[in-house]
């Protein structure tokens, strides 16, 4: 599959630049594949995931909010943009182990598609990612200072971290790129934007858990992004409302109908009665 995708960026249509700014809008059809080359190829291997050996688990609460998170960035970014959860992302060409695991991360302008390993080179640097850290049930593969180096080895403009064990007010923490630079905002009762997708980030429950990382699409976090759960119980509302209204309808216009009835019979004169 690797392969596949690294033939289809080499196949793509080359568009370049002339020295004086000039663009040359002719397309190459000539392929890499097709040249020859001072050496064989020596072709690195990026896995998908860690040997059986290395792999570490990962806690149940620590799963769903993630999935939960997915589900809502899903929601507001697909499929005008790619989002990926808990795939390797290679930003090191020449180094497989350069690398992170990001819970969560977006792709603005990229076309939601399915994808393994996450090659930057390929598919662009994501903009915004995810991090939920939860100690107490999921270790780690890196500590949190390692992971926060290659985030900025890795080029991301927003670096979101939720730690579901920690006090309040202290749950959500970002980071934003400013010239060139990965700095921590100040963050104040768990209650920030998000920059890149133009929402609010907020602590709130989900899906049965009482602390979870939310997205809303107001400052005020009213009008949170729903998960595919909390999204199929506000269709069942929504139908329960319906019926409801229609049988609130139905009866009103009965008892109307009634009504009328009763007043045709009271002015109708007796003896029009027994015609």
Known sequence: MLATAAREVLERPVVAARADGARIESVSTTRASSLRHVRPVQPLRFPEQEPDEERMGQGRRHRHLCEALYQMLRAVCVPEHTVGADQFVYFDAANPRRCLAPDAFVTLGAVDHDFDSYLVWEEGTPELAFEVLSPSDTPERWTFEEKLRRYRALGVREL??????????????????????????????????????GLTLLVGPVDGYPVAMRLSRDPEGTDLVETDKEGRFAEARAREAAVIARQAETAARTAAEARVAELERELTPRGRRHD
Do not use: K
């Open 160 to 197: 979101v971290t939720f730690h579901v064990d920690a006090p309040p007010g202290e749950r959500l923490r970002v980071w934003d790129r400013l010239e060139q630079d990965l700095v921590e905002r100040v963050v104040t009762d768990d209650r920030t934007p998000c920059v890149t997708l």
